[in-house]
Nanobody
């Protein structure tokens, strides 16, 4: 089973920007849904943003206006542009794919974002 591969995590200062990438180019058809989740140890995993092939986009209230999700359908790649980063944004960010509507999610291993001055 092809899993997405995340990249772009790292250290960012409060107020800074970071762009995460989710590569699912190994899948030979256009993926229906691509989303970003995040988790801090001891907390539940949180849906940050997702987008579907048909153009619907969701953002959690905690990132609305600061983060942008966008995708390249031709490359089955999704991005999460993180602006005005806050300390609470520090977490492991994981990409999740939904190959077709209502299918189970396929998870990547995640990429760590650390927010610190």
């Amino acid at each position: 089973q092809v899993r997405p591969v995340e990249s772009g995590g790292g250290l960012v200062q409060p107020g800074g920007s970071l762009r995460l990438s989710c590569d699912a180019s190994g899948i030979t058809f256009t993926v229906h849904g691509m989303g970003w989740y995040r988790q801090v140890p001891g907390n539940e995993r949180e849906l940050v943003a997702n987008t579907t092939l048909h153009g619907s986009i969701y953002y959690s209230d905690s990132v609305k206006g600061r983060f942008t999700i966008f995708r390249s359908n031709a490359e089955n790649t999704a991005y999460l542009q993180m602006n005005s980063v806050k300390p609470d944004d520090g977490a492991v960010y994981s990409c999740a794919l939904q190959l077709v509507p209502f299918a189970p999610l396929i998870w990547g291993k995640g990429t760590l974002v650390t927010v610190s001055a």
